[in-house]
């Protein structure tokens, strides 16, 4: 059987398959796969409406919900490219962004959690000047599509629509355009870019191509042995690819049905579990872990769980036992990737517990896996610690317009140098020990101290700064930032509301010490190891 190699032509192969199966459920709003299909079709109308072509960007700054699912599938079915933005961004972040891809129009949540979200995108972009609508300073933008939430505010401006009116800017554009547009996709377009820091500390587009995310779904969902029963509670968010191909799409390549959560929320979670009767669950293991502690648990019944699919930092070979003993899963894997490669290894249903705990499964059949010196690309031998190389068809095409970054990624003989260390048993499967980058992770998140570091650099009394990632017992790791200060006058609150200012929660540093100078080599490069390291008598701030 020849499968569908572009998101549209997937879509219409389930919502041929599966026309009745229920496709998604949030709150009220459930839609079987012929409904899903149905409303997919009818925002890429409105899309072509507002004037977006094929090839131009298209971003989504939103939670979880339906209608993100439908506007990115919509987005990709006509031939544009998805630019998911991470819904804690800030203003200035989105416009940074925007303005890098060029962003022709953006699905705005105006009012999730109590912020207002288009004013902020309003004030970002005007601070550099520009008239345009419909957003001033961002020229390219031609249509801004409000998702409203409780408390947002009303706004009267040309190329601001919110998401209940796509339907009438659908309807002077036929279907068979649609569907013709549909048709041209290839499997080697662009599919969507997805951002990640680099340690450069401006973020970097990682492009994908619709076959690379297809088949970065498709090895996921066969892993996890994915079928038309599933009912998968999508807690990852769906701006990061956890989300998004290991959710959304997996789902739709099986006719799984989607129930999208805004954010984790325990008490939500398991009525969920319960009602809806849930089988499958990924995210990193604080998830499983809180869903144990809840002090209700014993009275609520988790027996419809199957699957769980969890990384991102150690998985304790206790936490699997659990996870299966007491929340009733019958498999629990482990797997790897990163933004520029997806679902690069992955375990197998049968492999042991510790063998999930302890490793991140063998390389996925897209793949090859090596441990090389950092800096080369010869093999090393089994067990031993090196790089982590990943080469195959589903390595991003490169980093959107930065071909030095680009090839600092990815050498001449096509491996990409991951930044992890790790080590591969005979039996091909990978350990990570350590990590080149300065990365940390917060509660399954990828923070890069550099970009903290770029913005604390623009607060007026910071003379330097070096951020570091240090343990919490609920999030794995958090930010701790050491500030050499001139003078006396700044805080560690200032520090700290200028940080929230300007970078989204996850990355906001929950520590300050304040220190007379940083550490450094012979080469004057900051040693973070020693700071790590030691104890401070600063003045702090958790």
């Known amino acids: 059987m020849t499968h569908p190699r572009t998101l549209p032509g997937v879509l219409r192969a389930t919502a041929d398959a599966h026309p009745g ?32 072509e094929r090839g131009d960007r298209v971003g989504i700054w939103a939670p979880n919900s339906w209608q993100w699912a439908v506007s990115a599938l919509a987005i990709t079915y006509i031939g544009a490219v998805l630019v998911p933005l991470n819904s804690r961004y800030t203003g200035h972040e989105v416009v940074d962004i925007a303005r890098r891809t060029g962003t022709r129009a953006l699905f705005v949540a105006d009012g999730f959690l109590g912020r207002g979200q288009f004013d902020e995108l309003r004030a970002a972009a005007a601070a550099e000047g520009g008239d345009t609508l ?133 008490a939500e979670t398991l009525r969920m579990i319960r009602e809806e009767k849930v089988t499958l669950l990924a995210g990193a293991p604080t998830i499983f872990q809180a869903l144990l502690d809840a002090p209700d648990r014993a009275e609520r019944d988790t027996g419809s769980l199957r699957l769980a699919v969890t990384g991102a930092t150690i998985v304790p070979v206790a936490l699997v036992e659990r996870m299966q003993a007491e929340l009733g899963f019958d498999l629990v894997l482990t797997a790897y990737g990163l933004t520029e490669a997806v679902v690069a290894t992955m375990c197998r249903p049968g492999d042991p517990d510790a063998l999930v705990a302890g490793s991140v499964g063998r390389a996925v059949d897209s793949y090859e896996l090596r441990i090389a010196r950092p800096g080369g690309n010869e093999p090393l031998s089994a067990g031993a610690e090196g790089e982590v190389l990943l080469r195959g068809e589903n390595v991003m095409l490169g980093y959107l317009d930065d071909p030095e970054a680009t090839a600092a990624a990815i050498d001449q003989d096509g491996w990409l140098h991951t930044g992890d260390i790790g080590r591969v048993d005979e039996r091909g499967y990978l350990t990570i020990t350590d990590r080149l980058k300065d990365m940390f992770i917060t509660g399954g998140f990828n923070v890069y101290p550099a970009e903290i570091e770029q913005v604390l650099a623009r607060l007026d009394g910071v003379v330097e700064s070096a951020a570091i990632g240090v343990p919490d017992e609920r999030l794995g790791e958090v930010g701790k930032v050491y500030v050499v200060r001139r003078g006396g006058g ?53």
């Open 134 to 266: 419909p957003v001033p300073g961002l020229d390219d933008l031609i249509a801004v599509i409000r998702i409203r939430y409780p408390g947002a505010g009303e706004v009267d401006a040309d190329g601001v629509v919110t998401y209940p009116e796509l339907s009438g800017l659908a309807d002077p554009v036929p279907l068979e355009v649609v569907e013709a547009l549909a048709d041209e996709v290839s499997p080697d377009d662009d599919a969507d870019i997805l951002f990640t820091s680099g340690t450069t500390g401006r973020s970097k587009g990682a492009r994908s191509a619709h076959r690379q995310t297809v088949s970065t779904a498709r090895e996921w969902a066969e892993h996890g042995q994915v079928g038309a029963a599933d009912r998968y509670l999508i807690v990852n968010p769906f701006f990061h690819s956890f989300g998004y191909k290991a959710g959304i799409l997996v789902c739709l390549l099986h006719g799984a049905t989607m129930l999208p959560q805004t954010v984790f929320d325990l």
């Open 21 to 52: 199966r229920q496709a998604l459920l949030d709150g009220e709003v459930s839609l079987s796969y012929a409904d899903l299909h149905a409303e997919v079709r009818t925002t890429a109308r409105a899309l072509i409406g507002l004037g977006i």
């Open 490 to 542: 700044l805080t560690a609150e200032g520090v700290l509301a200028h940080c929230r200012e300007r970078l989204a929660g996850f990355k906001v540093p929950r520590q300050v010490a304040f220190v007379d100078e940083l550490p450094r080599n012979l080469s004057g490069k900051v040693l973070k190891r020693d700071l790590r390291d030691r104890q401070d008598t600063a003045e702090e701030r958790a």
